[in-house]
Every structure is written in structure tokens, then in C-alpha cells.
């Protein structure tokens, strides 16, 4: 007996520390600004991302809802993070309920593209903040004021993108940035069910009356009728329909979505489909792990980004989908090619490519151009972007794929296309991915819906 508790122990230890390596590295992705509070970037604040993203950051923001209320060691310092995140978003939000791509330190709205879906982000990070400062027994200061920004945010989301003949929100770019979610995505009406979710969780929870209105708890139930029918076809989950009401049946990580946000238990059997279906098809030969999408270039809507390969944050979730099928081989499978691509820091990309495609981006489409009329086609920008952001935008790509060529690429003439690059090392997301997927293979992540 003595020595099971020993082992248990040891064993608690050992998934701690492994934990806490990977919550370094997220905190890395963060930096402190005059006031005390951190900003959360998708990476380093020396990367081409010195940015704060709603949607990268309200994945962040459930993981560290569940680390805050856990028994590890750096339970308060992952509450004390998940804080800062919702107070800049707080700040970020616009009077009238606007939320944007992406922002810079200063709070200064930096976005390029048309993300319909970053207020559903926006009110999942807020609502995970007052839902785990309520569970720590922490007083929120000012708390009316993350309430009024949820319902303001919320009404905004209805008015402008929502679209009630068609009981669905609409998408330009969203996940991808690029037109390829254009249309009524899977991923974006499954973020703002997972939002509306929380909201209806806050009211219930948080002892603040009239701030949210019933037609907003009441529009829940509703939407959640109606997309778990229309998103479906053939046993399985769309990635979209599109602006003509064709269904867009196309393998892509976003099939994922209903279980990623929370609503697996539900939908199981159309995503078992859906997860042998875009597994087999997005496999990648040669590098192991799923795709995004399957990358035609010659299609305007698809963007390659430095050499089309595997995701590595799409890919942890995929494991996470297999541990909490109990899959638990596959899921380890996963995570083991995920842990081969790290660099020598422990450090996960956000994807990789070969040496040879990445040599045939450059040449075929960096070089010519048509990445830059792919990743700029003013049909999925912002409305009335100034050009210097696009100047910006672009002076930060070509740096990054010189970085690549100088540092990142990982030369092995025993594979058949000649090695592999990494691009953006460490991505915050994949950490984040990561370390969901090993509380779900130890049974101790809490989403809330899942545990339903």
C-alpha cells in the first residue's frame, strides 16, 4: 500500500512538472506591461506575432480556468494570467461590442482580416474569468462592468453577423483567414455556441441581475437546436455552407469543432465520422499529423503559409479527441510526433513543413506574388484598411520566412524531401493544445460541458 502511494505520488509529481514545463513556456509568450497586468501574445514578443488574439487567447483562457481551480503549483499564477487576458480584452472592446482580429500591446487594433468570430472569444474569455474567480471565492472589481461588456458584445454579435432566416452566424475568414470559411462555418457558430453557453453559465452562476436580458439566455437553446441539424450531412459534421447554401464537404480540422468546444458527448457519433473522415484525409505522408486543409494552391481561397504541411496545435487536439474516446494508443501516437518536432528547448512549433516545399513556396509563391494577392485580396480584409498595415503585415511575413531559411530549417537527407522547417516556435496555441491533451489522457480536464 505504501508503495501504490509512493507510485501515485510520484507519478502526480512527475505530470506536474511536465505541466508547468509547458506553462512556462505559454507564460514566455506573455510580457508585463506598466501597470503590472501581462499581455498574452500567440508568441514571443520578439516573433512575427507581437500581438493579442481573441481567438488564441480564449483557447488559452479555458485551460487556465482549469489549472486556476487545480491543486498545482501554479494554480494562482494561471488565475493571475487568465485576469490580465480578460481585463485587456475589457479594454479592447469597442462601445459599441466590437472585437477585432487582433491588437498590439497598446491596445491599438491591428487586424487585417474579417474574423466574425472573435466576439464569440471575447465573451468566452470574460466569462471564464468571472466563472473562476467565483469557484476561487476572488472578488471581481467592477464586475458589472465584464458583465455589461459580455451583453454588449453579445448584441453586437446578433446585430452584425448573425443571421436569423438562416439561424447561423456568418464567417469571412475566420479560423483560416482566408475566404475559405466564407459562408457559414462550422467553426464559427460552434464558438458562438460555446459562448452563449458560458453567458447563460454566468447568469445562473453570478448573483447580478437585469445586466444580461432574457432574449439572450432564451437565444441558446434555440441556435443549439438548429446547428446540430443543419451542420450535418451524410453522418457527419460540414465545414461550412457557403454563401449559396452549397455544403461545403471539404476534410478540414474545423470537423472538429463541436467537440473542441465543449458539445462532444452530444454529437459523438456524427463526430467519430467526421474525425475518421478528416484523419485519413489530411494525413500528412511524409511528416506524420493532420493538415489543416488539404492544400490545393492553385485555389485562390487556400493559403500554403511557408510549405503546406501539419498543424501542430490542430494535431493536439486531435489527441485530445482520442484520449477522451479513451483511444488512448492513438492519442499517445499523436503526442509522440508532436514531441519530435519540439526543438531543443522543449518548444512546439506552429506547424512544419519539408525543406523542399518550403523551397517551393518561395519560388512559386512568395516570389511571383500570388501570396501576397492570396493573403490580401481586399474581398477578406478588413473594411477600409489602412495599406501601411498591410505593408507592416507583409514586411513581418518576409522577415519570418527569411528566419526560416536561416535558422529554421532542419536539413536530413534521410527523408524523401530533404528535412523539414519549423515556423513560429514556440506558437503560445500549441503549448496550450499540449497540455490539454495530457489532462485529458489523465482524466483531469474540466471542460464544463463534458462533464455533463
Known amino acids: 500500500m505504501k508503495q501504490e502511494k509512493t507510485d501515485r505520488q510520484t507519478y502526480r509529481n512527475d505530470l506536474e512538472a511536465e505541466l508547468e514545463a509547458h506553462f512556462k513556456i505559454i507564460n514566455a509568450c506573455s510580457i508585463e506591461m506598466e501597470d503590472k497586468e501581462r499581455v498574452l501574445l ?11 488574439y481573441p481567438r488564441d487567447a480564449a483557447c488559452a483562457s479555458e485551460l487556465l480556468a482549469c489549472l486556476s481551480t487545480s491543486e498545482y503549483a501554479f494554480a494562482d499564477e494561471a488565475f493571475k494570467l487568465l485576469a490580465s487576458v480578460a481585463k485587456f480584452v475589457l479594454k479592447a472592446i469597442r462601445n459599441d461590442g466590437y472585437i477585432g482580429q487582433r491588437y498590439a500591446l497598446s491596445g ?3 487586424s487585417i482580416y474579417k474574423q466574425e468570430d472573435n466576439s464569440a472569444h471575447g465573451m468566452i474569455i470574460l466569462s471564464h474569468f468571472l466563472l473562476t474567480a467565483k469557484q476561487k471565492r476572488v472578488e471581481v472589481q467592477d464586475k458589472s462592468d465584464f458583465l455589461f461588456a459580455i451583453n454588449s458584445t453579445a448584441q453586437y454579435a446578433i446585430k452584425n453577423y448573425y443571421h436569423p432566416e438562416i439561424n ?6 475566420s479560423i483560416h483567414e482566408s475566404a475559405i470559411e466564407e459562408g457559414f462555418s462550422c467553426w464559427t457558430n460552434f464558438a458562438y455556441l460555446k459562448a452563449f453557453f458560458l453567458v447563460s453559465k454566468v447568469n445562473r452562476e453570478l448573483d447580478e441581475p437585469d445586466i444580461i436580458p432574457d432574449k439572450l439566455l432564451l437565444f441558446e437553446a434555440a441556435f443549439k437546436h438548429n446547428l446540430f441539424g443543419i451542420m450535418v450531412s451524410n453522418n457527419r459534421f460540414l465545414r461550412r455552407i457557403d454563401q449559396k447554401g452549397n455544403y461545403d464537404f471539404k476534410p478540414d480540422f474545423t470537423l472538429l469543432s463541436p467537440f473542441y468546444f465543449g458539445f462532444g458527448e452530444e454529437t459523438k457519433d456524427y463526430l467519430d465520422n467526421s ?5 485519413k484525409q489530411l494525413w500528412d505522408p511524409e511528416l506524420g499529423m493532420i493538415q489543416r486543409y488539404l492544400p490545393f494552391s492553385g485555389d485562390k481561397e487556400i493559403h500554403t503559409h511557408a510549405g503546406n504541411g501539419p498543424w501542430l496545435q490542430y494535431t493536439a487536439i486531435l489527441a485530445q479527441y482520442h484520449f477522451w474516446c479513451k483511444n488512448t494508443i492513438r492519442g499517445e501516437e499523436l503526442l509522440d510526433l508532436i514531441d519530435s518536432y519540439k526543438n531543443e528547448k522543449g518548444e512546439i512549433p506552429e506547424h512544419i513543413s519539408t525543406c523542399k516545399r518550403f523551397d517551393a513556396f518561395i519560388k512559386s509563391e512568395w516570389k511571383t506574388g500570388i501570396d501576397f494577392s492570396k493573403e490580401f485580396d481586399r474581398h477578406i480584409l478588413q473594411d477600409d484598411l489602412d495599406f501601411d498595415k498591410i505593408l507592416e503585415e507583409a514586411n513581418n511575413m518576409q522577415m519570418a520566412y527569411n528566419e526560416v531559411a536561416k535558422k529554421c530549417m532542419i536539413r536530413d537527407s534521410n527523408m524523401e524531401e530533404g528535412g523539414y522547417i519549423m515556423f513560429v516556435t514556440p506558437l503560445m496555441w500549441s ?11 489523465h482524466h483531469l480536464y474540466c471542460n464544463e460541458n463534458q462533464e455533463k
Open 42 to 52: 500567440a508568441a514571443k514578443p520578439e516573433s512575427r506575432y507581437p500581438y493579442f
Open 108 to 110: 491599438e487594433e491591428k
Open 168 to 173: 447561423l452566424f456568418h464567417s469571412t475568414t
Open 275 to 279: 474525425v475518421d473522415f478528416l484523419e
Open 431 to 441: 503549448h496550450v493544445e499540449y497540455m490539454k491533451a495530457l489532462l485529458y489522457k
